[in-house]
């Protein structure tokens, strides 16, 4: 039997942690070089002048590390089958070249598939944060996982 | 006078059209490995036993490219102040290699800021679209943008 975390492993108000991770100056410009060219994310001159007050990630980027922590630290464990898109996705605080971000991950909420037995979602509210525990990003997702007991009662 | 566009330059209802822009299979896999490092987005064979039934981008691939089509469509010709976050993102089919994206870009709603004279809102529809128009992601986003007159009756 697969070892993998299934749909009724995820328990509502569950809080884990992940990383850290650091954050550094030419990832931020070359990922902004290849997908978000805008001033404030590939120069320090540039940056100060705009509402970031400095060179900070674009938020895409911000997204991808989340995403990548969440694929490390839960999905590569799990009988995961993707999710159907993202809630809400807030910036909150800038991204700094030098963060040590986490990734903070809590259960919102698991509902059984009405119409797919095999499967079930659970919503996850995901928060990057820095290392004074400030979330510099949040977003709210629906993931699908396989349920160990298709159509059991839940 | 600049000659970027500014807040009073966008009207509602408006629709523009950017790309294209080929994605490769080598681009789709080369971002996965660095941020999303699910099977589905990494191999054929494996993504072909999954719900994408056959290899396709990370849906945070599709967001940064349509990301990078606005940046050089719209944002970078403006005078963008960033955007606060995102409404919602739905990845509604999958972006498979070989395919040529388009952006298509709605006003759908202009606001100025009520605590800031200097700045209003623009309100997008962004829709990442393939050769048949087919929407293979959607968003909604509100960008930050100058007003060529501050304060001035909206």
Chains 1, 2 share one sequence.
Do not use: N
Request: glycine fraction near 8%; charge should be negative.
């Amino acid at each position: 039997m697969s070892t993998k975390r299934h749909w009724e492993d995820f328990v509502p108000g569950a809080v884990e942690i992940y990383g850290p991770r650091l954050v550094t100056r030419e990832e931020i410009v070359a990922f902004a070089a290849e997908f978000d060219p805008q001033p404030m994310h590939l120069d320090e001159a540039a940056a100060s002048a705009t509402l970031l007050g400095g060179l900070a990630a674009s938020g895409w980027h911000s997204c991808c590390l989340l995403m990548r922590m969440l694929a490390d630290g839960i999905l590569l464990g799990a009988a995961g089958m993707g999710a159907p898109g993202v809630d809400q996705v807030r910036w909150l605080k800038p991204l700094r070249p030098g963060t040590q971000i986490r990734l903070r991950a809590t259960v919102l909420e698991m509902r059984a598939s009405t119409s797919r037995a095999e499967r079930g979602f659970v919503k996850f509210l995901f928060e990057l944060l820095d290392e004074q525990d400030a979330v510099l990003i949040d977003l709210t997702c629906s993931q699908m996982i396989v349920r160990r007991e298709p159509g059991a009662p839940t």
